[in-house]
């Protein structure tokens, strides 16, 4: 079993984690009464959503502005063969409800300029139908990384799974599910994992399927589509968990905050974060597509580039 490492990380971060720290096991749920503040902000973002929607800028405007977010993580337990590494990471594209085939050519384009060695995507590729991805097969094909490009389900991806791995592998992606695999450089390695979507009953994450035989103490990046599902694999050594789900809310409002987010994403909600030790990263990425709404508002669609490194000392 991968068991929790001792040695710590620093970070150097140009950006960070916000939202709602609530414990997690207490997500806003249907059914259960709402408080005061968050039954006023539902009623705000109603009224801004529709008179943006109206506008247009959250529909055709900030939908459309990709926010491109650069961040450099250091750690300890990081190889030296693996010191410079660049990973991207992408979520939530949801294709057919806001996003289609034009949208994949310009998020394709970013992810190529940034030039990764490591492609990570982590969950909800289609909002409901696995045809939705059939148009953008030939173009995520066409991106490249050394490392290579892996891939979980969200908790969209379920109802065509089987379909939908496959489109995926076509498109050249490993599709982990309470799974890993290592990666290799300069006689060094490194592991990657992945589980099954968190809201899911069947099959659900298996957290010692996933993890169980990597190396004691190796570096290793979990992709979950969760973020709050952290909390739930303290006990094993993971380095960072790159999630997504959340869309950061969708709507935030001033001073006040998303009014609203998906189980699962309760208490992590946008942006970086420790959880537990100091060398365990939890990244939040708001996702490049839209669902339930078609429209965004103070946030914005998102890509992430990080550069990881290694620390001394």
Known sequence: MNEPAQNKSSVNASGGGYGNLADSSSPETGGKKITRRQFLARGAATLIGAGLLTGGYSWQGETRWLDITHLTLAWKELPAAFSGMKLVH???????????????????????????????????????????????????????????????????????????????????????????????????????????????????????????????????VLLMHEPDYADFVLEYSIQLQLSGHSHGGQIRIPFVGPPFVPDGSAKYISGLYTVGEPNRKLYVNRGFGETYMPFRFLCRPELTVFTLRRTEG
């Open 90 to 220: 992408f979520s939530d594209v949801h294709l057919g409800f806001n996003k289609d085939a034009d949208d994949v050519k310009r998020l394709v384009r970013h992810i190529r300029e940034a030039e990764p060695d490591l492609i990570c995507f982590s969950g909800d590729i289609v909002d409901s139908y696995p045809e939705d991805l059939a148009e953008s097969v030939p173009l995520f094909a066409g991106l490249t990384a050394p490392m290579g490009k892996f891939a979980v389900l969200g908790n969209h991806d379920y109802k065509h799974a089987e379909q939908l791995v496959g489109l995926l592998e076509a498109a050249g992606f490993k599709v982990l599910r309470n799974d890993h695999i290592l990666l290799r450089k300069g006689g060094e390695a490194i592991a990657v994992a992945g589980m099954e979507d968190y809201l899911i009953n069947s099959p659900g994450p298996d957290p010692k399927a996933a993890m169980g035989g990597i190396p004691p103490g190796m570096f290793t």
